[in-house]
């Protein structure tokens, strides 16, 4: 399928203003520069999914997605000899994670552990509280939980992001994060929050760990993969 194969309305509101996007609200993605691009991505996916054989799977925004960029190394080391595979778009918010889980991403396999990230892109707008996007990423667990009931889910909280302590997103992701840990998923459901590991003692973050002081360093991806890989062997020891 793609992009321009869907209703005139969907392809408005997939490609509009992100605060007019509700975090329950399923839409397929849009990238501006190209139109079909997140339709593509999203059906090579799908296609890894129907062939079946996948262990362990990754599924998020571009941070996700970086196992294959600057994460790569540690990606190899880590989780490609567990049957990983990396499902992340970037620019994805908890509504994208929704149309894809219900459009073909899990079809076909049966990880044992899913690995989640996802929620930051919600922010960026300003126009969602911290409970509605802790909704929207209830709902993805659900959706997981539904569709892959055998499944153990490492839920992880949502990264810092911004240079300074006091970065006005700061706020509103540790609330999300507390709504998350609280939340009770069932007991295959684990959350970790491994924002620690990118934060200076006075809760800055630099620019060798984030270059973007939202994306992550070649540096900082060995740090989160080796967090990683302790959780997921308390998960599947």
């Known amino acids: 399928m793609k992009f321009t194969d869907f209703p005139a309305d969907i392809q408005e ?4 203003d992100w ?19 997140w339709m593509s991505r999203h059906n090579r996916y799908s296609a890894v999914a129907a062939a079946g054989g996948v262990r362990l799977l990754f599924i998020g925004d571009s941070i996700t997605e970086g196992w294959g960029g600057e994460g790569t190394d540690t990606w190899a080391k880590h989780f490609a000899p567990l ?34 990230l996802i929620g930051v892109n919600n922010l960026w707008s300003m126009s969602h509280s911290a409970d509605e996007v802790a909704a929207g990423v209830f709902a993805v667990v659900a959706e997981i939980q539904h569709r892959l009931p055998n499944a153990n889910i490492l839920l992880q909280g949502i990264l810092p992001t911004g240079e300074a302590a006091d970065h006005p997103l700061r706020a509103i992701i540790r609330d999300i994060n507390s709504a998350l840990e609280a939340k009770d998923f069932g007991e ?18 630099l620019a060798s760990t984030m270059p973007d002081f939202c994306h992550l360093s070649a540096a900082a991806y ?14 599947n020891p």
């Open 83 to 116: 049957g990983a595979a990396n499902f992340g778009i970037g620019g994805d918010r908890t509504q994208q994670i929704l149309w894809r889980l219900q459009h073909g991403t899990l079809d076909g396999i049966e990880p044992e552990i899913v690995v989640l």
């Open 19 to 37: 605060g007019l996007q509700g975090p329950l609200d399923p839409l397929p993605g849009f990238f501006p520069e190209d139109a079909e691009e």
């Open 13 to 16: 509101k997939a490609s509009g």
């Open 222 to 235: 060995a740090n989160w993969g080796e967090a990683l890989a302790t959780e997921l062997a308390l998960i």
């Open 188 to 205: 295959k459901v684990r959350y970790v929050d491994f924002g620690s590991l990118f934060l200076e003692p006075d809760g800055t973050i």
